[in-house]
């Protein structure tokens, strides 16, 4: 499980309450920790950095340049506008289209909007909420995060667009070299108005509470609550309002699906990879909750040789058994100190109107019965609101990974 170690931390918590909730005798067979399991979530030590928000350095980075716009000294960061005291962000219309905009933010008037102007909406205009960053090649989530910014229509409203306006594509540093060029486009409808229960597309400048690092993007970056990572561009500085009445990404060129949400799916963060003939074997893991919302969990052991259901591709006649989904975590981790109330979460209770939330991670724990000795496929799968088993909907990885994940568990006689 390598891919998801920087996951792991934020995850013991929910578990041990689960499993400590389980009864006395069935916990202490677990040997949860031993045998190549997650680090003993029970261990006190371990507890104290067990946190359901990713710490920003801890983010599975990527971000194309050469070299890579974060890794530059902070002087030269300085002089590029990747630094908060000289950043400017255009929002002009296109040149190569009719767009009408009546006062664009340009560098080239003096009236790019500059990091105090961008303070001063925040005062009025900020918002954050919980999202999962996701590369929609990458089966592992890169990190759990709180995002704060000022909504891009607030910005893109004072740039005073009047028509011929179908779409809105930016970018952000890249060298001044065309072919680092990383650029993400949305409708103008999503950044003006947003669907019913969503989040806005947000000018972000902090994670977790903390100004936004170079390496996530800082001083700021897009972040799309209902996308993959690609659309969330780094280091942003130019927003171009547009009559095209296509998408332009940079992302469509590896064979991308650039409309895609981000999909419902479930992996695998600890399981023994051995355990003994009968004994219980609890698994744990998270769920990414995407547009399809989420209603449940399931796992299934199958015999390492036996064949597969015939004609079955998506695997829906395993033998699958539920998981307990688990619910809002009780510290949030990451780094996060006291701050505004996410979108979404219930100003009395302080807690989340609902759980699990989409756009977010949810985790889930199972003690599944003992088997007989052997070597054994374990999988897991979510099943949306609709009630599509994983990968259904959506099965095709080009919109976003989610096969079922699969590991191997040795059971001994
Ligand atoms: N400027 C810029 N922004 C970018 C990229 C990039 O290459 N350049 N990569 C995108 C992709 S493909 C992903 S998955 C996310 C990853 O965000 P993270 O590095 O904060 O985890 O950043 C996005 N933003
Ligand atoms: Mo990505």
Not at 174 to 196: A, C, Y
Request: aromatic residues 8%; charged residues 20%.
């Amino acid at each position: 499980m390598p891919n998801s170690q920087h996951l792991l931390n934020e995850h013991g918590e929910l578990t041990r309450r689960y499993f400590l909730g389980l009864s006395a005798a069935a916990v202490a067979g677990l040997g949860i920790g031993e045998a190549g399991a997650a680090p003993a979530p029970r261990q006190q030590e371990a507890l104290t950095r067990l946190e359901y928000l990713t710490h920003s350095e801890n983010f599975r980075n990527f971000g194309r340049g050469n070299p890579p716009p974060h890794t530059l000294p902070a002087d030269k960061r300085r002089e590029v506008g990747m630094d908060r005291e000289t950043w400017q962000l255009e929002v002009v219309p296109d040149p190569e289209t009719d767009a009408k905009v009546d006062s664009p933010l340009s560098r080239e008037r003096g009236t790019a909007l500059t990091w105090n102007d961008l303070m001063a909406l925040a005062r009025e205009h900020a918002v954050c909420y919980l999202h999962v960053m996701t590369c929609l090649n990458v089966a592992d989530p890169c990190g759990m995060g709180l995002w704060e910014g000022v909504p891009l229509r607030v910005v893109v409203w004072k740039a005073r667009p009047v028509g011929n306006i179908r779409r809105v594509f930016y970018h952000g540093y890249h060298n001044d070299d065309p072919k680092q060029l990383f650029q993400s486009s949305l409708p103008f409808g999503r950044v003006l108005e947003d669907p019913p229960g969503e989040p806005p597309v947000i000018l972000c400048y902090k994670l977790n509470g903390q100004w936004l690092s170079p390496e996530r993007g800082g001083p700021v970056r897009m972040l799309v609550p209902d996308a993959y990572g690609f659309k969330s561009v780094k280091w942003l500085n130019r927003v171009v309002l547009s009559n095209l009445f296509h998408a332009n990404d940079t992302y469509a060129g590896g064979n991308n699906d650039i409309d895609t949400w981000l999909k419902t799916f479930a992996r695998f963060l600890s399981y023994p990879k051995t355990a003994r003939a009968g004994q219980p074997l609890p698994v744990t893991g998270l769920a990414q909750v995407g547009i399809a919302g989420l209603s449940a969990v399931q796992a299934w052991l199958h015999p390492a040789g036996a064949p597969l259901p015939a004609d079955d591709p998506y695997l829906t006649k395993g033998d699958w058994k539920p998981a307990e989904l688990l619910g809002p975590p009780a510290q949030w981790g990451g780094g996060l100190p006291e701050g505004k109330l996410p979108l979404g979460f219930d100003p009395k209770t302080g807690k989340p109107k609902e759980w699990p939330m989409r756009f977010a991670l949810a985790h889930w724990a199972a003690l599944l019965p003992g088997v007989p000795a052997g070597t054994y496929a374990l999988r897991c799968r979510t099943i949306d609101v609709a009630g599509h088993a994983q990968p259904m909907p959506r099965p095709f990885p080009k919109s976003g990974q989610n096969p079922v994940h699969r590991v191997q568990v040795q059971i001994e006689g």
